[in-house]
T-cell receptor
Framework: AQSVAQPEDQVNVAEGNPLTVKCTYS??????LFWYVQYPNRGLQFLLKYITGDNLVKGSYGFEAESNKSQTSFHLKKPSALVSDSALYFC???????????FGGGTRLMVKP | ETGVTQTPRHLVMGMTNKKSLKCEQH?????MYWYKQSAKKPLELMFV???????ENNSVPSRFSPECPNSSHLFLHLHTLQPEDSALYLCASSQYSGTNTGELFFGEGSRLTVL
């Protein structure tokens, strides 16, 4: 069975500082990996995905994520946080056998001025 | 037109009412989903339709009844709900196949309050 863990319920960062939102997973094989963002009272928006190849993938709004197969992690990063990045972030995985996307519990990112 | 449109955005209903949530996707996808998002719980997958056939039903109470008349439209019929059913209901679509990466595209959600 697939599972995704986001160990931090909330991450607090000062504006201009780098940010990291953590994600680890348990899936057989080489899964597809995703990050989504949810702003208040909105649906989830796709940020980025990892399919294969280069471990570092770049996505929307200056975000990037690094796939680490040995640690089965897919942490979301941004070099310089903005107050407008404050939102709920979800990591998700899907194996290559066609199973459903599995979401983590979400991490709330608070960026303070 | 945005990719996935949900109506209404907000709904308040009594426990004895019958109402429906509507979702429409303009992305040409062949799969549609209903998720429930509560304040303290992660995203809960409720139903999945692929090619207009229900392929997943995650032990959802019968007071929630989905309907998928075609690949672009999805409904969630609600009747005799409980206050604990108050939540944000999210619709999503994707291109469902074994070889596709399968990312989901979400609507803005319908905020349901059951009194």
């Amino acid at each position: 069975a697939q599972s995704v863990a986001q160990p931090e319920d909330q991450v607090n960062v000062a504006e201009g500082n780098p940010l990291t939102v953590k994600c680890t997973y348990s899936v057989s094989g080489n899964p597809y990996l995703f990050w989504y963002v949810q702003y208040p009272n909105r649906g989830l928006q796709f940020l980025l995905k990892y399919i294969t190849g280069d471990n570092l993938v770049k996505g929307s709004y200056g975000f990037e994520a690094e796939s680490n197969k040995s640690q089965t992690s897919f942490h979301l990063k941004k070099p310089s946080a903005l107050v407008s990045d404050s939102a709920l972030y979800f990591c998700a995985v899907r194996d290559r056998a066609g199973n459903m996307l599995t979401f983590g519990g979400g991490t709330r990112l608070m960026v303070k001025p | 037109e945005t990719g996935v449109t949900q109506t209404p955005r907000h709904l308040v209903m009594g426990m004895t009412n019958k109402k429906s949530l509507k979702c429409e996707q303009h992305l040409g996808h062949n799969a549609m989903y209903w998720y429930k998002q509560s304040a303290k719980k992660p995203l809960e997958l409720m139903f999945v339709y692929s090619l207009e056939e229900r392929v997943e039903n995650n032990s959802v109470p019968s007071r929630f009844s989905p309907e998928c008349p075609n690949s672009s439209h999805l409904f969630l019929h609600l009747h005799t709900l409980q206050p604990e059913d108050s939540a944000l209901y999210l619709c999503a679509s994707s291109q469902y196949s074994g070889t596709n990466t399968g990312e989901l595209f979400f609507g803005e959600g319908s905020r349901l309050t059951v009194l």
